[in-house]
């Protein structure tokens, strides 16, 4: 497969990513906000900043450097990338304090709606050649109660084997190892993908050149991202990491849960297979 000639860059994949997020929220994802909540809550975050200042004492070129960073996040369409991997897991962390079932992680910027619609037992859509070690994933959609949820929807997204979306990076086509799989009569669903590789923040773009300034790994582990929605049930965003994975326990999104880890073995026909069951709480 083609490789490294047309490496995806920062600008183009936040591009893609804040056009994403406009749509998205367009569509009625983001709320309006009292106005008691903008000041009660931005107040508190200049308070914050206005503390960093005073407790490390910086200077004007400090300031300007920030400035001059914080320009190109903007103009590199990189907001929804540093958003959520810098922030989102403690929005998370808020939303999991009234949340039963499954733990949730954060949905991240590469979501895309409106997917094939599969059968319980599937196989994603990916390209004939299409790299990385072949994985079963099988499991059940149970609701709290225990009962099986049939014609549940798991809307599943997940990079390549290099670590790459589709729709946010040049020569994927669309649409792969994305996928709505529906559950059966029993809840269950077994869908064949191959297993994703880490991913790892564009270091061409602010935020990878923040990590690397500040010597962070702009890593995150290797993972599946999972919508898991029925009628009448609270849906679930989350995400399931890969037991002795790379960077499972230095996730620069810090989106990462014990609960959430799976733990593949390998089938007789050499295929990796990881089994996970999810619980779905009522609607509020
Ligand atoms: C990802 O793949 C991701 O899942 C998140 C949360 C942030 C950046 C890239
Ligand atoms: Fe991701």
């Not at 709606?113 to 599937?122: F, G, I, K, N, Y």
């Not at 990385?132 to 009962?147: E, I, N």
């Not at 935020?207 to 991202?225: I, S």
Request: net charge negative.
């Amino acid at each position: 497969m083609t490789t490294t000639e047309h490496k995806p860059t920062a600008a183009g994949s936040g591009a893609s990513a804040t056009e994403s997020f406009r749509r998205a929220s367009a569509q009625g994802g983001a709320a309006g906000v009292e106005a008691d909540r903008i000041s009660t809550v931005a107040r508190a975050v200049l308070e914050g900043v206005h503390a960093a200042i005073r407790t490390h004492q910086v200077t004007y070129p400090e300031f300007q450097a920030a400035k001059k960073w914080l320009i190109e996040v903007g103009e590199g369409g990189e907001w929804p990338l540093f958003l959520d991997v810098f922030v989102e897991h403690v929005v998370e962390e808020v939303a999991a304090r009234t949340q039963q079932g499954t733990k949730g992680s954060i949905l991240g910027p590469y979501y895309l709606p409106d997917q094939q619609r599969l059968p319980s037992a599937a196989t994603l859509p990916m390209r004939p050649d299409e790299a990385g070690a072949p994985l079963v994933f099988a499991g059940q959609v149970c609701d709290t109660a225990g009962d099986p949820v049939a014609g549940a929807e798991l809307d599943l997204w997940q990079a390549d084997e290099q670590g790459y979306y589709s729709g946010f990076a040049p020569d994927i086509p669309d649409g792969n190892l994305r996928g709505v799989i529906v559950t059966d009569d029993q809840g269950r669903f077994e869908v064949t993908t191959v297993r994703p590789a880490p991913y790892q923040i564009p270091t061409d773009g602010p935020t990878g050149t923040l990590c690397v300034a500040a010597g962070w790994e702009p890593w995150r582990p290797a993972h599946l991202h999972l919508l898991v929605r029925a009628p009448g049930h609270r849906q679930i965003t989350t995400q399931l990491y890969f037991q002795g994975g790379e960077w499972l326990d230095a996730d620069i999104a810090g989106a990462t849960k014990p609960e959430l880890v799976l733990d593949p073995q390998q089938q007789a026909d050499g295929r990796l297979r990881a089994e996970y069951d999810f619980v779905l709480e009522p609607a509020p």
